[in-house]
């Protein structure tokens, strides 16, 4: 049976929620951080004016430390900016290699607790026309299937290609045969966005073909 | 005594910074960033207060603290969360977890947990050295 617009509004709702959940707890992670390393200073001051004397290269680590996690926090902001500005246009041209570098930058935690690493091949931009947000959804969706396909501490390869005005995503590594069922799922999903996908048991590879 | 705690998270830069503030509150710390290798320490040595996070590669805290519970009851955890949510923490309470504490934590907050986790595991550890006097008591016939 087709997907109804309500399911699809709903199918997209979630995504945004999952990945919101996923930032927000790497946001807490990076703030934990600074707050045991601002603790830390706050503690070695309290024991200098105790008479203790503090090390000025100690105090010099912490900082860097705290500023290195203020950098961390301002990148996963800035990627969690461009996600929410996905969906202010319905269709727009894309790069297929942008979204999916965001898309894995996004479930880098997914992946990590799944011990599974992805790596992405250099290529130039792989540009088409479409709906940013739903493109997203759909390399997640395919990103996850794979990750759970790998398994554990396996790695995943993604390669790009445009020829002949065909952009192609390719996901390398899979491990186990994806169940059929969520591989209909997939291919749903890919109808919805003018996608269609391949899948290659034997070379262990998706494909995801705008 | 300074309390001996494990504390586990694959966040390096967190257990570190967290593992020095125990160390200068007089704790006795052992830090961890690979659950795997936390449970192995658990099986070899005690520890007064497991502070554990919630959400690891390959394992999470739930599952070693089921895995924690089952071979050294007597060890009490603190479960800790970047993803603090009701049903978790009612999940890990359930499971035999002590507290549940949310990111970032208040270091004061998380000292009192461990040492009421140490007071606790002090009179668990008794009670069972108290039975065990009896039951060989019992068998000897004194």
Redesign the interface.
């Known amino acids: 049976m087709e997907s109804t617009t309500p399911q699809k509004d709903r199918d997209g709702l979630c995504f945004f929620g999952q990945i919101s959940a996923a930032i927000s707890h790497d946001l807490k992670n990076v703030l934990a951080i600074i707050n045991e390393d601002a603790g830390l200073m706050q503690d070695y001051l309290l024991m200098a004016n105790q008479g203790m004397e503090i090390n000025p290269d100690k105090l010099g680590e912490i900082a860097g430390k705290i500023l290195i996690q203020i950098k961390r926090g301002d990148s996963i902001i800035k990627n969690m900016n461009r996600f929410a500005h996905s969906v202010d246009l319905p269709e727009c041209e894309v790069d297929y290699r942008e979204l999916t570098l965001l898309v894995v930058s996004l479930l880098t935690r997914i992946a990590s607790r799944k011990s599974v690493t992805i790596s992405i091949a250099e290529s130039d931009p792989v540009k088409g026309k479409g709906d940013p947000f739903v493109i997203q959804m759909l390399i997640a969706k395919c990103l996850e299937i794979c990750i759970d396909s790998a398994g554990k501490d396996n790695e995943l390869n993604i390669e790009f290609s445009n020829e002949a005005g065909n952009s192609a995503i390719k996901i390398i590594g899979l491990s186990n045969p994806v169940p059929a069922d969520q591989l209909s799922g997939l291919e749903k999903n890919a109808v919805n966005v003018g996608a269609s996908l391949g899948f290659s048991p034997q070379d262990k590879i998706l494909i995801i073909k705008f | 005594m300074a309390e001996k705690v494990l504390l586990v998270d ?2 390096k ?2 257990v570190e ?2 593992a ?2 125990m160390e ?1 509150r007089g704790m006795n710390v052992t830090a961890c960033t690979n659950p795997q290798e936390a449970l192995d320490k658990v099986d070899a040595e005690s520890f007064d207060a497991i502070v554990l996070d919630l ?4 394992i ?1 805290g739930i599952e070693a603290l089921k895995h924690i519970k089952k071979t050294r009851p007597e060890m009490q955890v603190i479960l800790l969360s ?2 603090a949510t009701v049903e978790k923490g009612i999940e890990a309470m359930k499971l035999g977890a002590m507290d549940f504490v949310e ?3 208040d ?1 004061n907050v998380l000292t009192d947990k461990i040492k009421k986790a140490q007071a606790k595991k002090m009179i668990i550890v008794e009670e069972k050295t108290k039975e065990k006097v009896e039951e060989i008591i019992k068998q000897k016939g004194w």
């Not at chain 2, 959400?55 to 390959?58: F, V």
Request: net charge negative; glycine share 16%; charged share 35%.
């Open positions: 694959d966040e830069e967190f910074g967290l020095e503030r200068l959400q690891m590669p390959g999470d970047g993803h990111k970032p934590a270091i």
